[in-house]
């Protein structure tokens, strides 16, 4: 079971967050993909077996994908 938990906060090109929420739901790491309102357009949450794989599967599989101009990544560090 993965361990380390991260929320990443993501800002989307207009008309372009229904695709990247697509492409998110694909990503293995990817556990959780939600649209909000805000500052922000959608928070996903990202699980793996500690920070070094939290840190790739974000910068290698969500960085990556199409539409996406911006994302703020917090590690969660509680229960």
Do not use: W
Not at 13 to 31: I, P, Q
Not at 42 to 49: D, M, N, R, S
Not at 66 to 79: F, H, K, N, S
Request: charged share 20%.
């Amino acid at each position: 079971m993965a361990s380390t938990k991260a929320f990443v906060l993501i800002e989307t090109t207009v008309g372009k967050t229904k695709d990247v929420v697509a492409a998110l739901n694909k990503v293995e790491k990817v556990s959780s993909v939600d649209v909000v309102t805000g500052p922000y357009d959608i928070i996903c949450i990202v699980q793996a077996e500690d920070l070094s794989s939290i840190g790739e599967a974000v910068t290698g599989s969500v960085h990556v994908i199409e539409g996406i101009t911006r994302t703020v990544t917090c590690l969660a560090v509680g229960d």
